[in-house]
């Protein structure tokens, strides 16, 4: 199995994480079991992603004393879900920061290019001013997330960290390759794309098992 070295890169080795991740790949895993998956390993995912996040110190009242405590340092996060499949994935961010705001990238793959089709994109307004986490279950050529990235660095957003649950190499080195600065966390990188740009041995296309549309 290829390694990719690079400070931007993180696997999720967590043992959860994995034995989740196990269930999800399974084929036999039903429509329901695999979007509550999706959304547990976003929970999982996103708690390593915000990690470094600064903390502040505040003053509170327990029912017996005063205590200085710590408290996130003003960071304003946004989730950025690539359609569709990226939507089972907020819920899951969105409980461990309820006041996200949330914007979507619309983008289909054509079939014979596999390159990413835009058909929809909307920012929360003061994008630029918030730590953006971009999440997508799969991340396969990289084409889709590349072009995720290019916009949100249009609307003059600094901190992108994207969150995938199963990446392909060759996507992986597409998206570092692409932004210098960009961070980027998954639970799995597997062995390679097959002539149809699906991940091997991946686990099928994502937006089809979380909507039961296959």
Do not use: W
């Not at 994935?89 to 996200?100: F, I, W």
């Not at 994008?127 to 995720?148: E, F, H, N, Q």
């Amino acid at each position: 199995m290829e390694t990719i070295s690079d400070p931007r890169f993180k696997i999720i080795d967590h043992p959860l994480v994995q034995h989740k991740l196990s269930i999800l790949r399974d084929k036999s895993t039903g429509t329901k079991q695999f979007r509550e998956l999706v959304e547990e390993l976003a929970v999982l995912e996103g708690y390593e992603a915000m990690r470094d996040f600064p903390l502040e110190d505040v003053e509170i009242e327990t029912p017996l004393e005063k205590t200085t405590c710590k408290r996130i340092a003003g960071k304003k996060v946004a989730i950025i879900p690539i359609l569709r499949a990226g939507l089972g994935m907020v819920d899951g961010v969105l409980t461990l920061v309820p006041s996200a705001r949330v914007g979507h990238v619309g983008m289909y793959r054509d079939p014979k290019t596999h390159e990413p089709h835009q058909y929809y994109c909307k920012f929360p307004p003061d994008i630029d001013k918030r730590t953006c986490l971009v999440v997508d279950p799969m991340l396969a050529t990289g084409g889709s997330l590349t072009a995720a990235i290019h916009f949100l660095r249009e609307a003059n957003v600094k901190d992108i960290r994207c969150l995938t649950l199963v990446s392909a190499p060759e996507g992986v080195r597409a998206v570092l390759n692409y932004d210098p600065k960009v961070r980027l966390y998954t639970c799995a990188l597997d062995r390679e794309l097959n002539s149809d740009a699906y991940i091997l041995p991946g686990l099928g296309d994502a937006g089809d098992r979380i909507y039961g549309t296959k």
